[in-house]
């Protein structure tokens, strides 16, 4: 049994990322947990009449529970910062924060955005400088057997529905999870948020509305760090090897 980490900034960012790995590991009896960043509370409201920012932060929660329900999770951790302004944030506590969850729950495996945050969402982009920072400080507190293997995750096909061209990934992709037995719990965590209806129709058209047919059958990764040590991501050119967490 191990235990996957997932650390994103926004409500939503987990199922959009790794729904489906997350169900999976969930199947596979492995404990899953997702510490949220922010609250969600700059976020559109869809077809919500949300007219505060902490009516919205309330109701994203809520959301999110139900997609960690769908998706197995077994802990969720919510540090509530604002949204939108990660890089106001004070970033040495926040990798504080981060690494004290690490330290405390001992996970094998953390998953983070990569540098360019997929999407260049600024809070993206802090998420995973701050989650980097915070897996190598954890190191010095954990036995060797403890440190986590630090994954990236792109999103390739992110913008495949969408009118505009997404960035290229900022790092070479070295695996990918086949989701293809878990799509109905990523399509259905998904729905769950439906405040970001537009941002789920751009990406997976149809999924709202309870078609999952867009969503592939994998999920990518680019392992960065393991058994203490930075590992230089390599293209391996044709076929992605297939992995699990
Ligand atoms: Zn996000």
Redesign the pocket.
């Known amino acids: 049994m191990k235990k996957v980490m997932v650390v994103?900034?926004?409500p939503?960012?987990e199922s959009f990322a790794c729904g489906g790995t997350l169900a999976k590991c969930k199947d596979a009896g492995h404990e899953t947990c997702y510490l949220c960043i922010t609250s969600g509370c700059k976020g559109r409201s869809g077809p919500f009449e949300i007219d505060c920012r902490e009516k919205l932060a309330k109701h994203r929660e809520l959301e999110l529970k139900t997609a960690a329900e769908v998706l197995g999770i077994s802990r969720l951790e919510l540090f509530r910062y604002p949204d939108g302004s990660l890089q106001n944030a004070d970033l040495d506590e926040l990798v504080d924060k981060i690494r004290e969850a690490i330290e405390e729950w001992k996970p094998n495996v953390v998953v983070t955005f990569p540098p360019d945050g997929v999407t260049g969402?600024p809070?993206?982009i802090v998420t995973c400088e701050a989650t980097t920072r915070a897996v190598k400080q954890a190191e010095a507190s954990l036995t060797q057997a403890e440190y986590p293997d630090l994954y990236y995750v792109s999103i390739p096909h992110y913008y495949d529905h969408c009118p505009d061209h997404g960035p290229k990934p900022a790092v070479p992709i070295t695996g990918k999870v086949d989701i293809s037995g878990y799509r109905i719990q990523k399509g259905e965590a998904l729905k769950a948020h439906l405040s970001q209806e537009y941002s789920v129709n751009r990406a997976y058209p149809g999924v709202i509305d309870g078609d999952f047919g867009v969503i592939g059958c994998y999920e990518y990764f680019t392992l960065v760090r393991s058994a203490g040590k930075a590992i230089e991501p390599v293209s391996v050119g044709g076929s992605i090897p297939l992995i699990d967490l």
Do not use: Q, T
Request: cysteine-free.
């Open positions: 994103f900034p926004h939503d960012d969402h809070d993206h």
